[in-house]
């Protein structure tokens, strides 16, 4: 009973994932760069969460993490990556493709946690901050042209809830003993999300 109160949140919220994937306009702010503390903070609150590819990468790293029994360093280095995603795009530093690449992160993460064989820690991090810097470069889009101080807490906000997000399901799913099938089935739930993500960037909807 124990394991599928684990697995029950993410597979339910996978259905309302994959119908958001296409549509998600990934931005909080109406599309406009947020103007002060409190609209960058809120706006790095609510983007991973409206973006259905990134919402299911996070759900992604913290039942791996916790299943796995990984150390809880990962989602951390995640984070980091992340954030310097966000510095390179705000920089102007080019990463061609970088929507596509997040995506195909996604399915790849599904398509590994699918399979269900054992996976090194060191792969899984390398994984984790491929996906995270691309993941963060799109994140810095909505930001472009933004004041110092709602940048910051833009980053702020999204260091905070992909943390919670990510070190919470790890630390919940490393509680219980989880059968064979539960990360399977997430795996696969999170895989085709990632997929209707990229062929929404392959093939936008005019």
Same mark, same amino acid.
């Given at each position: 009973?124990?394991?599928?109160?684990? &697995?029950?949140?993410?597979?339910?919220?996978?259905?309302?994932?994959?119908?958001?994937?296409?549509?998600?306009?990934?931005?909080?702010?109406?599309?406009?760069?947020?103007?002060?503390?409190?609209?960058?903070?809120?706006?790095?609150?609510?983007?991973?969460?409206?973006?259905?590819?990134?919402?299911?990468?996070?759900?992604?790293?913290?039942?791996?993490?916790?299943?796995?029994?990984?150390?809880?360093?990962?989602?951390?280095?995640?984070?980091?990556?992340?954030?310097? &995603?966000?510095?390179?795009?705000?920089?102007?530093?080019?990463?061609?493709?970088?929507?596509?690449?997040?995506?195909?992160?996604?399915?790849?993460?599904?398509?590994?946690?699918?399979?269900?064989?054992?996976?090194?820690?060191?792969?899984?991090?390398?994984?984790?901050?491929?996906?995270?810097?691309?993941?963060?470069?799109?994140?810095?889009?909505?930001?472009? &042209?933004?004041?110092?101080?709602?940048?910051?807490?833009?980053?702020?906000?999204?260091?905070?809830?992909?943390?919670?997000?990510?070190?919470?399901?790890?630390?919940?799913?490393?509680?219980?003993?989880?059968?064979?099938?539960?990360?399977?089935?997430?795996?696969?739930?999170?895989?085709?999300?990632?997929?209707?993500?990229?062929?929404?960037?392959?093939?936008?909807?005019?």
């Amino acid at each position: 009973m124990g394991s599928w109160s684990l &697995g029950r949140p993410v597979l339910l919220a996978a259905p309302c994932l994959l119908a958001a994937a296409p549509a998600s306009a990934h931005h909080v702010m109406s599309g406009t760069a947020p103007s002060t503390v409190i609209e960058g903070f809120l706006s790095g609150l609510g983007h991973p969460v409206i973006g259905a590819d990134h919402l299911a990468l996070l759900l992604a790293v913290g039942v791996i993490v916790g299943v796995a029994r990984l150390r809880i360093v990962l989602p951390a280095l995640f984070v980091i990556a992340m954030t310097g &995603g966000v510095a390179m795009h705000v920089r102007g530093i080019d990463l061609p493709v970088s929507e596509v690449i997040a995506a195909t992160s996604v399915v790849l993460i599904g398509a590994l946690m699918v399979r269900g064989r054992v996976v090194s820690g060191y792969a899984w991090a390398t994984l984790f901050t491929v996906a995270g810097v691309f993941h963060g470069y799109a994140f810095g889009e909505s930001i472009l &042209g933004a004041e110092p101080s709602p940048l910051g807490a833009y980053v702020a906000g999204l260091i905070v809830v992909q943390s919670m997000l990510t070190v919470g399901i790890a630390l919940t799913a490393c509680q219980f003993s989880v059968p064979e099938l539960l990360p399977r089935l997430a795996g696969a739930a999170i895989g085709a999300v990632g997929f209707a993500a990229l062929i929404g960037q392959l093939l936008p909807i005019q």
